[in-house]
């Protein structure tokens, strides 16, 4: 199977390639955070509610349900929005465009913090209860996005992304064969700035 890199004029290095592929695995994590959260999204609130009751008991339901909803929200955003911007910036990368590496460093660093604590928010007890496998997720996104940092900044890299791409030269197989065609039919053939001739009859007498 062909990879889209394969189309560019200068086929990009291994490392670009594997920083490409490494960017992308590290979202993987948070897809999975929010596609949890949501659909445990009654438990998720009942438990962030439980937790906004005990630090203020004197809030009224009104307030403890605004509590809820601004901090889900907001857990929410601070997983998705990376996971787009990284995936927007790791394909314009993958284009030859030096600066989206600088935005999917940066992307990358804010990520993983916004992860661990974006996690926390969007989890209920069955998920506290198994917290070790939440550090491993983020660890494990920590770890790709290191290791696509890496990749994209190795010495083949950066003269690929410094260096002009080469145009691919497109030839046309058979350049005189429709000389040949014009010529063996009786049909002058076309000329550039110059009127085409009309076909004369053959003189039957």
């Not at 590496?101 to 926390?120: E, F, M, N, Q």
């Not at 030269?169 to 550039?192: C, E, I, Q």
């Not at 009309?198 to 039957?204: A, F, H, N, Q």
Request: glycine residues 4%; aromatic residues 6%; charged residues 15%.
């Amino acid at each position: 199977m062909r990879s889209p890199l394969d189309a560019l004029p200068t086929p990009a290095p291994q490392s670009v390639r594997f920083s490409l592929g490494a960017w992308l695995a590290s979202c993987i994590f948070p897809l999975i955070a929010v596609t949890y959260a949501v659909s445990r999204m009654s438990d998720v609130r009942a438990h962030q509610r439980a937790i906004a009751l005990a630090e203020t008991p004197d809030s009224t339901a009104t307030s403890l349900d605004r509590v809820v909803n601004v901090t889900v929200w907001i857990a929410l955003a601070a997983m998705i929005l990376p996971v787009i911007i990284e995936v927007v910036l790791a394909i314009l990368m993958a284009k030859r465009l030096a600066w989206a590496r600088i935005g999917l460093l940066i992307i990358g660093v804010l990520a993983v913090p916004a992860s661990l604590i974006a996690v926390d928010a969007l989890s209920d007890d069955q998920a506290v209860t198994n917290r070790t496998w939440v550090l491993v997720g983020v660890g494990i996104q920590a770890l790709l996005a290191l290791i696509g940092a890496l990749l994209m900044y190795r010495r083949e890299a950066n003269v690929w992304f410094s260096t002009r791409p080469q145009p691919t030269p497109v030839t046309t197989p058979y350049p005189d064969l429709a000389d040949r065609k014009g010529s063996a039919a009786g049909r002058p053939t076309p000329v550039a700035g110059k009127p085409v001739p009309p076909p004369t009859k053959p003189d039957r007498t």
